[in-house]
């Protein structure tokens, strides 16, 4: 099904206007809000900053690129909003119409929110087959990336923000314009600028670590011997099956 044209209006409406009640995330590049269509769906609407630093063309070609991902682990672009419209404005004292831009996307919702949420240390949170279950579906959106398209894209900004998980804690990737983190970013890049799909496999490293080791495992894993980082994992392992008894875990996010 292709994305649809959406005005502004309706992403009003199903918004509520935009609410801080709906709002459920927020970045570099704007907000994103939960929003209720007529007939009762739940999708997730990014609105982007009118003085972000994007122009059009570059606006359709990310359309475009999220347009043409289509995978179970790649988060579904459902709409889109490119609508400029006169809106009152101070210029020197003086109230004027000035063209204002509203540039939104609108993509399915994904109920248990980002993997950032349910990072726990290594002794907490997800079982194991959780956690295999997340690293196998966001390699598989990775490669699809990486893979099927003519010419290959590189995701660039793949951290737990957004790495988001379905009701059945099935990630998907979501994509934003820029890699801000500089703790995913390898060291040919930050030395030098280079990016490639090796970039994306860093960001993935770094990122696997966190899940199987928690975010303080992760911080202590520079300074163990392999063995000691092993036991360390081995000994979550063996405490996570012993405290959940298989049950799937997760928990509740906004």
Not at 15 to 21: A, G, N, P
Not at 176 to 203: A, V, W
């Amino acid at each position: 099904m292709e994305p649809e044209d959406l005005t502004f209006q309706l992403l009003q409406e199903i918004t509520d206007d935009f609410s801080e009640e709906r709002r459920i995330g927020a970045g570099s590049y704007g907000d994103v809000y939960k929003g209720v269509t007529k007939n009762g769906e739940d999708v997730a609407v990014k609105m982007l900053e009118e003085n972000l630093q994007l122009d059009d063309q570059q606006f359709a070609n990310e359309f475009r690129n999220l347009k043409m991902l289509k995978h179970q682990n790649i988060v579904q672009i459902l709409g889109y909003c490119y609508e400029t419209r006169k809106t009152p404005t101070k210029h020197n004292g003086k109230t004027v119409l000035a063209e204002k831009t509203d540039r939104g996307l609108c993509f399915e919702y994904l109920h248990n929110g980002s993997l950032e949420n349910h990072l726990c240390d290594e002794f907490h949170g997800f079982d194991w087959h959780t956690r295999y279950k997340i690293i196998k579906g966001t390699c598989e959106g990775l490669k699809h990336i990486h893979e099927e398209p003519a010419e290959p894209l590189y995701h660039l900004d793949l951290k737990p923000e957004n790495i988001l998980l379905d009701k059945n804690m099935v990630p998907d990737h979501t994509k934003s314009c820029r890699n801000t983190c500089s703790g995913y970013q390898p060291p040919e890049y930050i030395e030098r600028g280079e990016i490639s799909k090796r970039f994306d496999i860093y960001s993935l490293g770094v990122m696997m670590i966190k899940i199987v080791a928690g975010p303080e495992g992760y911080s202590n894993c520079a300074y163990m011997q392999n063995d000691g980082f092993i036991d360390l994992v081995d000994a979550a392992h063996t405490h996570a099956c012993a405290c959940m008894g298989g049950v799937l875990f997760y928990a509740p996010s906004c």
